[in-house]
């Protein structure tokens, strides 16, 4: 299973990205996807995580700017960025639970990672 994640980039303030997630492999079921962020010298820290589309939830930093989203049959997760700001740069990552096909138990994943920069 792998997790590869695209879309970040160089954005002015005020400006949006949008990230994609893609799990591929042999998946049985998917928990959840989640995307965390780090910055240099700061703990990697949860931005958004979606179970379904009526169960997300996000850090208070970002809540309505981000939106998160999820297309089951792709296996994939979007990071909708609005209103960027410098605090926003960062690696971005994603995160999944799930299950491998078969296997009856839960493991985590995580994607390489994506440069966002919020610079004028």
């Known amino acids: 299973v792998q997790l590869q994640a695209s879309g970040g980039g160089l954005v002015q303030p005020g400006g949006s990205l949008r990230l994609s997630c893609a799990a591929s492999?042999?998946?049985?079921?998917?928990?959840?996807m989640a995307w965390f962020r780090q910055a240099p010298g700061k703990l990697r820290e949860l931005v958004a995580r979606?179970?379904?589309?009526?169960?997300?939830n996000y850090a208070d930093s970002v809540k309505g700017r981000f939106t998160i989203s999820r297309d089951n049959a792709k296996n994939t997760v979007y990071l909708q960025m609005n209103n960027l700001n410098p605090e926003d740069t960062a690696v971005y990552y994603c995160?999944?639970?799930?299950?491998?096909?078969?296997?009856?138990?839960?493991?985590?994943?995580w994607g390489q990672g994506t440069q966002v920069t919020v610079s004028s």
């Open positions: 492999g042999s998946i049985r079921s998917i928990d959840f």
């Open positions: 995160n999944s639970r799930l299950v491998e096909s078969g296997k009856d138990y839960y493991m985590g994943y």
């Open positions: 979606i179970i379904s589309s009526s169960s997300t």
